[in-house]
T-cell receptor, first 112, second 114 residues
Framework: GNSVTQMEGPVTLSEEAFLTINCTYT??????LFWYVQYPGEGLQLLLKATKADDKGSNKGFEATYRKETTSFHLEKGSVQVSDSAVYFCALGSGGSYIPTFGRGTSLIVHP | NAGVTQTPKFQVLKTGQSMTLQCAQDMNHNSMYWYRQDPGMGLRLIYYSASEGTTDKGEVPNGYNVSRLNKREFSLRLESAAPSQTSVYFC?????????????FGPGTRLLVL
């Protein structure tokens, strides 16, 4: 079946540090890949997505590249801000089940 | 454009009580979903409705029922609440169920069952 594995958190960084949150997946066919972000007290919202291999999704300074050979979709940002503190979820949509599969989430804490 | 709205925001129940969580979307989406979020577990799908008039079980449907009242509204009912149902519940919608669809989430309902 489909599955998503994210690195355990929390990830704690100082402002302006480089961020990587790892995500690997197992899926049938050719999945679409997503990163969602959940700010404190709110619902999830889409951060970025990629629908085919080698695609790069980007938004608000965050980037992730769909790597089929390593079945990965790691989230990166060059310089994090305090306002980026949130929980980040990797997710996939795959043929056979059109319902997304979510990872467990990675909490990011950015200190001034 | 309110997006996805959920009521109530918070609820405390005693074991055995019943309640209905309400969800509505104003984006004319065909598909709607109910998830629960527990610490360390991520999001787990309870039920979904691919289109008006259809509902299907997700990963953790036991103890819940749903109703797709119309295209806009999708409610989740707990007939006899149990402490294991203490969680944060999110409703979501998407234009349709497909590989590439983005889901839009409501703000959540925080439920405590004593």
């Amino acid at each position: 079946g489909n599955s998503v594995t994210q690195m355990e958190g929390p990830v704690t960084l100082s402002e302006e540090a480089f961020l990587t949150i790892n995500c690997t997946y197992t899926a049938t066919g050719y999945p679409s890949l997503f990163w969602y972000v959940q700010y404190p007290g709110e619902g999830l919202q889409l951060l970025l997505k990629a629908t085919k291999a080698d695609d790069k999704g980007s938004n608000k300074g965050f980037e992730a590249t769909y790597r089929k050979e390593t079945t990965s979709f790691h989230l990166e940002k060059g310089s994090v801000q305090v306002s980026d503190s949130a929980v980040y979820f990797c997710a996939l949509g795959s043929g056979g089940s059109y319902i997304p599969t979510f990872g467990r989430g990675t909490s990011l804490i950015v200190h001034p | 454009n309110a997006g996805v709205t959920q009521t109530p925001k918070f609820q405390v129940l005693k074991t055995g009580q019943s309640m209905t969580l309400q969800c509505a979307q104003d984006m004319n989406h065909n598909s709607m979903y109910w998830y629960r979020q527990d610490p360390g577990m991520g999001l787990r799908l309870i039920y979904y409705s691919a289109s008006e008039g259809t509902t299907d079980k997700g990963e953790v449907p036991n103890g819940y029922n749903v109703s797709r009242l119309n295209k806009r509204e999708f409610s989740l009912r707990l007939e006899s609440a149990a402490p294991s149902q203490t969680s944060v519940y999110f409703c979501a919608s998407s234009e349709k169920t497909s590989l590439q669809e983005t889901q839009y989430f409501g703000p959540g309902t925080r439920l405590l069952v004593l």
